[in-house]
C-alpha cells in the first residue's frame, strides 16, 4: 500500500497533523518510535498542557522564538493562537487563558487534548515501537525503513522532535540537509556552594537577569531554589543565550538587578529623601521595595552594609555598595538542571532549507518538516506547542 502520507515522529506536531489529514480523508501511517502518542502532550504543562499562548496580534508572538523569530510571521498568521483556540473548540475543548496568556484545556488535563486528537485520528494507522532507520527519496513516493518494514508514501512529514538522533540523523543528512548544532533551552542556573541557595523558595518578583558583556536580557519573577536561580526571569534569559551558555560549557556570570521600581538615577534621588525622612529607622529593618525582607537582607550583607545603622548613617559610599548589591549583583553560574515543567532544543534543521509556508525542504520535493525537528524554539508559555500546530498545519496545505 502507498500512503498519501507518512508521518514519522507521533508527538506534538506529527499527531496533530495526521488528526487534520485524517479528517480530510486523506491516508496516513505514523510511525513512532516510542510505545505511546504524545507522550510529551501528555506530561506537558505540569500535566496540565499549556496547549498555546493567547495573544491579540500575531506580531506579539515574534518576540517568544529566540530561534524563528520573524521568519515566523506568516506561519503564525494563516494558524494562530485563535485558530488553535477554534480549532479544538469545534471538536468541543474548551480552553483559558491565565493571567500571564499561557492557555489550557477548561478541564486542566492534558488527556483532554490527547483524547481530542486521538478521535481526529480515527482512520491513522499507528505503528508504535517503530523507529525509523532509513528514507529514501524515489521518482514520486518515499520509501521509510524501520527495523520490521518498509513503508511507501507519496508524501513524507518528519516531525520527529528536537535533537535527531542515529539513522534518522544520516538519512537527513543524507538527503542533503544541514543541522543547525543542537544545544539545550529552558533549563535553571546551578550555584554549587552559593549562600544565597539558603534563601530557597524566595521570589524577587521584577528582577532583570543579563549575561554581561551580551545585550542578552530578560525580566521577570526571579525564584531562588535550593540549588541556584529558576522563575520566568532565568529561563528566559536560558533561551535567549542557549548557544552562549553552551559555548561556555554552562560556566558564565549573570547579572542581576533585583528591583525594577526605580532606574538607578532615580534610586539615587530616592536615596537621599529616603534618609531624610527616614534617618532613624534601622537599615536592614524594613525593605522599602517589593522585595521579601530576608531577600533585601542577604544583599544588604552580601553589599557588607553593617546591622547596626540607620539610613542616616549611609553616606555616599553606602549608597554605592547598595546600587551595586541591587542593580548590578553579580554570579557566577557552574552548570545547569533541566527545568522538570518543560525543556526544549535549541538547533535542528537549518531553515534556509525549507519554505516556510507549507514547510517543504528545498532541497527534496514532497519532504516536509514540522515541530521542534527545525530550528525554532521558544520561552516557555504555550509558544512551543503553538509552533508545533503552526508548521503542522503549513505542512499538511
Ligand atoms: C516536560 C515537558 C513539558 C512541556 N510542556 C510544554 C507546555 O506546556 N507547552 C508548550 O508549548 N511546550 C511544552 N513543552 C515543549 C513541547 O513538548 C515540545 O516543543 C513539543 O512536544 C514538540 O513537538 P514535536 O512533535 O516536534 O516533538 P515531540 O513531541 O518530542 O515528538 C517527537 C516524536 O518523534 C518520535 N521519534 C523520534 N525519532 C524517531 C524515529 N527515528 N522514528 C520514529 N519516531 C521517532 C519521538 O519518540 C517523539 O514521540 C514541554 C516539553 C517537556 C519536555
Redesign the pocket.
Known amino acids: 500500500m502507498r500512503y498519501d502520507w507518512i508521518i ?7 499527531s496533530f497533523a495526521a488528526a487534520n489529514l485524517t479528517e480530510r480523508g486523506q491516508s496516513v501511517l505514523i ?4 510505545n505511546k502518542l ?4 501528555k ?3 505540569g500535566g496540565r ?3 498555546t499562548h493567547q495573544v491579540k496580534t500575531t506580531s506579539e508572538l515574534i518576540p517568544a522564538y529566540p530561534r524563528g523569530g520573524k521568519a515566523l510571521h506568516n506561519l503564525f498568521k494563516a494558524f494562530g493562537p485563535k485558530e488553535m483556540e477554534a480549532w479544538l473548540k469545534e471538536r468541543g475543548v474548551d480552553t483559558h487563558a491565565e493571567g500571564d496568556g499561557r492557555m489550557f484545556p477548561e478541564t486542566n488535563d492534558s488527556q483532554t487534548i490527547i483524547h481530542c486528537f486521538e478521535r481526529s485520528m480515527q482512520g491513522t494507522r499507528v505503528m508504535l515501537s ?3 532507520v532509513a528514507v529514501t527519496k524515489n521518482d514520486d513516493h518515499f520509501s521509510v525503513a524501520t527495523r520490521q518494514s518498509i513503508y511507501e508514501g507519496k508524501k513524507l512529514l518528519i ?4 535533537f ?3 539513522a ?1 540523523r544520516e538519512s537527513v543528512l543524507g538527503l542533503g540537509h544541514h543541522i543547525e548544532e543542537e544545544v539545550p533551552s529552558l533549563f535553571t542556573f546551578n550555584l554549587p556552594n552559593h549562600p544565597i541557595v539558603e534563601l530557597t523558595g524566595l521570589v524577587a518578583e521584577h528582577a532583570t537577569a543579563s549575561i554581561p558583556g551580551t545585550s542578552l536580557k530578560s525580566e521577570g519573577p526571579l525564584l531562588i531554589t535550593h540549588w541556584g536561580l529558576s522563575g520566568p526571569c532565568i529561563l528566559k534569559l536560558s533561551s535567549l543565550a542557549a548557544r552562549y551558555i553552551a559555548e561556555h560549557q554552562n560556566q558564565f556570570k549573570v547579572k542581576i538587578q533585583w528591583i525594577n521600581d526605580l532606574s538607578e538615577n532615580e534610586f539615587r534621588t530616592w536615596f537621599q529623601q529616603h534618609r531624610q525622612v527616614h534617618g532613624k529607622r534601622k537599615v536592614y529593618s524594613h525593605c522599602p521595595f517589593e522585595l521579601p525582607t530576608r531577600l533585601w537582607q542577604f544583599l544588604l550583607y552580601e553589599a557588607k552594609i553593617a546591622e547596626h545603622l540607620n539610613w542616616g548613617d549611609l553616606n555616599k559610599e553606602g549608597l554605592a555598595k547598595m546600587i551595586q548589591a541591587l542593580y548590578h549583583s553579580e554570579i557566577s553560574v557552574d552548570g545547569k538542571t533541566t527545568f ?5 532544543t535549541c538547533g535542528g534543521i537549518q531553515l534556509g532549507e525549507i519554505q516556510l509556508k507549507n514547510m517543504e525542504s528545498k532541497l527534496v520535493p514532497g519532504l516536509h518538516f ?4 527545525v530550528d525554532v524554539d521558544a520561552i516557555t508559555g ?5 509552533f ?1 500546530w503552526s508548521s503542522a498545519i503549513a505542512a499538511i496545505q
Open positions: 514519522i515522529g507521533g508527538g506534538a506536531a506529527g510511525l513512532e518510535k516510542g504524545m507522550a510529551k502532550v506530561v506537558s504543562g498542557c499549556n496547549v517503530a523507529e525509523v516531525a520527529a522532535g528536537g535527531l538522533k542515529g534518522l522538570k515543567e518543560e525543556f526544549v514540522a515541530g521542534e525537528v504555550g509558544y512551543n506547542f503553538q508545533a
